[in-house]
């Protein structure tokens, strides 16, 4: 395998799905497929989102997640002690109110895990040869769907630890050099969390694996929709006490605001920052990449530096997806460029 380049570029972890598969997910629903169908569309649809990684030019490769609805929601379904919440509002556009959340019924289990080490097992299959990053959800953010009811909040968070954790052992023994705990949550604290009190969280999830830990938080991507006050100053104390390996934030929908406190964070990890706006139709050109990448290099080295997206891109329809990896790459590749003359 060749060694990463400097600035190695990835997305966040989910992808564009393809608008076949759309359909076809529609289908399954209605029970048209049997279990070989329903196999065979969602590793052809894998297959395409890695693809479309490698043909971009993506130096790390994620499997797309797309045996997941937006990240998270369907991972719910491996989730016991659980009653689904009907939403309130059910007519017009999509939003954060229409999304699944759930009444704690009873204790919070996950007797086959949550999937993601057999998606890391088809990610190596299809992949091979080429840097792989897994991403999950983290337990800030399964707790964010959730109201305790009756139940001890804190009960609550200890088990959904306990759950990410059992699936990160069984991704370490599977082999996985690195992962990213996915945490939108963050900026929202959940069932009377303390901003402390995630970070205290989301450390004892990460703590004593061996395997690269990164951390993406974000202010919400759903239907392309922010959830959260997009200040990263007031999540500063937070992220400096994340021990993890590499810290992702979104920069380029924020205009590149606060990009200096890129600086802070690197003297204590590596930081992926997002100069790829997937919250906009706009195909932003590779040199505007490019003056993003470069306004973060007044800040942080490059050794200490990774290029993303602001969030996945399971938000955007797949040829623009497409095209914005592209950019990315291409993006990267002028600074790189330009640093070797």
Not at 238 to 255: Q, T
Request: net charge neutral; aromatic share 6%.
């Amino acid at each position: 395998m060749q060694p990463l380049p400097l600035l190695p570029t990835m997305g966040v972890g989910s992808y564009a799905s393809p608008g076949w598969f759309i359909s076809g997910r529609a289908r399954l629903r209605e029970g048209d497929f049997g279990p070989a169908d329903s196999d065979e569309m969602f590793e052809d649809a894998t297959r395409i989102a890695i693809a479309d990684q490698v043909e971009a030019g993506l130096d790390i490769i994620s499997d797309g997640e797309l045996h997941r609805q937006r990240f998270v929601f369907e991972m719910f379904q491996h989730l016991h002690g659980l009653k689904r919440v009907p939403p309130a509002r059910k007519l017009g556009v999509p939003g954060y109110d229409m999304a699944p959340h759930f009444t704690v019924e009873g204790a919070v289990t996950a007797p086959r895990g949550l999937g993601v080490v057999g998606e890391y097992q088809t990610l190596l299959r299809l992949a091979p040869g080429r840097h792989l990053k897994v991403a999950l959800p983290g337990p800030v953010t399964f707790a964010g769907f959730m109201t305790a009811g009756s139940h001890d909040p804190g009960a609550v968070v200890e088990s959904l630890i306990g759950i990410v954790r059992t699936e990160l052992e069984g991704l370490a023994a599977a082999g996985v050099d690195y992962i990213q705990l996915d945490e939108p949550g963050l900026p929202e604290a959940p069932l009377g969390l303390s901003l402390d009190d995630c970070v205290a969280v989301i450390n004892r999830t990460l703590a004593g694996f061996a395997f690269r830990r990164g951390v993406h938080v974000c202010f919400g991507n759903n239907a392309g929709r922010p959830m959260a006050d997009r200040d990263i100053v007031r999540l500063m104390p937070g992220l400096v006490a994340l021990k993890a390996d590499e810290i992702s934030l979104e920069f380029a929908n924020r205009e590149m605001a606060q990009v200096e406190l890129v600086g802070e964070l690197a003297r204590r990890t590596d930081v992926a920052v997002g100069v790829v706006d997937v919250k906009n139709f706009r195909l932003e050109p590779k040199e505007a990449v490019t003056r993003r990448i470069e306004l973060c290099l007044k800040h942080a080295p490059a050794e200490r530096l990774r290029l993303t997206a602001d969030c996945g891109f399971s938000a955007l329809p797949r040829g623009l997806a497409r095209r914005k990896m592209i950019a990315l790459v291409d993006g990267a590749r002028l600074v790189r460029g330009s640093r070797a003359a």
